[in-house]
């Protein structure tokens, strides 16, 4: 387990580094992609973002919000997703769509710095982001 500090300038570098962010996000697809198709159902974008309990809590705290309410937001983060209509999330929008969620992020970071404690194999995004800049930074030291 380790501290991270990020900023907003440490997630747009990470998203500028198209190969270290294409690289990151496209494991993330895979890991997701439950069946193989190459594509990502409503159900397992779902299931990702239940996992991440990131609209069941509100700063680390369950809340009550009752299940229709919980689908319609489910449904309006997929459509976020599923540019085209398809009803599929293939890569390219699934990266198109984590690139703009990232960038939102590092807008609302600005330039104030944030702790944030993760586990040393969290393949978080974040996490990504900040051990991007540590190895640029461990390479400027050299």
Excluded: W
Excluded at 59 to 73: H, I, K, N, W, Y
Excluded at 114 to 128: A, G, Y
């Amino acid at each position: 387990m380790g501290v991270v500090i990020i900023d907003g300038s440490t997630v747009r570098s990470f998203v500028s580094d198209d190969s270290q962010f294409n690289k990151a996000v496209d494991e993330q697809f895979v890991a997701l992609d439950a069946n193989g198709d190459g594509k990502l159902s409503r159900s397992e974008l779902r299931k990702a973002f239940e996992s991440m309990r990131l609209i069941e809590t509100h700063f680390g705290m369950d809340v009550a919000t009752p299940p229709r309410e919980l689908s319609e937001l489910y449904d309006r983060v997929f459509e976020g997703f599923d540019r085209d209509g398809s009803g599929e999330v293939d890569g390219m929008e699934f990266r198109n769509e984590m690139k703009r969620i990232m960038l939102a992020i590092a807008e609302g970071l600005g330039s104030c710095p944030i702790q944030m404690v993760l586990e040393d194999d969290d393949p978080s995004l974040l996490k990504r982001a900040a051990d991007l800049e540590a190895s640029k930074l461990g390479a400027g030291s050299k």
